[in-house]
């Protein structure tokens, strides 16, 4: 029974292996923002600066996924950014995580996720609001193509030796 399933875990294996080719995944690929979305301003997010790194200092780090081709990326933006890849722009509003000494710790980011979809000109908000990393479930971004998940948030408290991110 043993060696039948170590054959089969070997061609399970094998068979992944041999359709992945070995050739390099695409990436997806940052495009322009047209200029009417560039200039829309983004929510302001009331942040309590005197605890940590201000919040123009912030940095998060989101991941972006296109189901239709398996294509994802990885991107850092600052609050008040966003960055379009092909038909998809996400912006950053403002980013967060819990002090070390406190608990649940949480990391947060509230962004805007716009689409545009295909034959249309315009983009459509499909999402707006606060990402948790610990708890992906709450706020979710709903669309039948993208992804939109938030994996970090850069920033320090004081008493920390050097800006931290969170570790989980």
């Known amino acids: 029974m043993r060696s039948l399933r170590l054959a089969l875990v070997g061609a399970s294996a094998w068979a992944l292996a041999a359709c992945s080719g070995g050739a390099p995944e695409p990436e997806a690929e940052e495009t322009e923002i047209p200029e009417e979305l560039a200039l829309a301003p983004l929510p302001q997010v009331e942040v309590d ?8 200092d912030r940095v998060a780090t989101l991941g972006l996924i296109n189901k ?3 294509i994802s990326r990885e991107f850092e933006l600052k609050p008040g950014e966003q ?3 092909d ?10 995580r819990t002090a070390p000494w406190e608990n649940p710790p949480l990391t947060g980011a509230f962004v805007q996720v716009l689409v545009q979809d295909r034959g249309e000109s315009d983009f459509e908000q499909i999402f707006s609001g606060w ?8 706020n979710v971004v709903e669309h039948p193509i993208y ?7 850069t920033m320090s408290f004081p008493g ?3 800006p931290a991110s969170s570790s989980n």
Request: charged content about 35%; hydrophobic content about 35%; overall charge negative.
């Open 131 to 138: 990402l948790y990393k610990e708890a992906p479930a709450v």
């Open 160 to 162: 920390e030796e050097a």
């Open 49 to 56: 600066e005197s605890l940590g790194t201000p919040l123009k």
């Open 83 to 85: 960055q379009r890849f």
């Open 147 to 153: 992804d939109v998940w938030i994996k970090d948030c």
């Open 87 to 96: 038909d998809i722009i996400v912006r950053l509003s403002s980013c967060e």
């Open 68 to 70: 239709r081709n398996n």
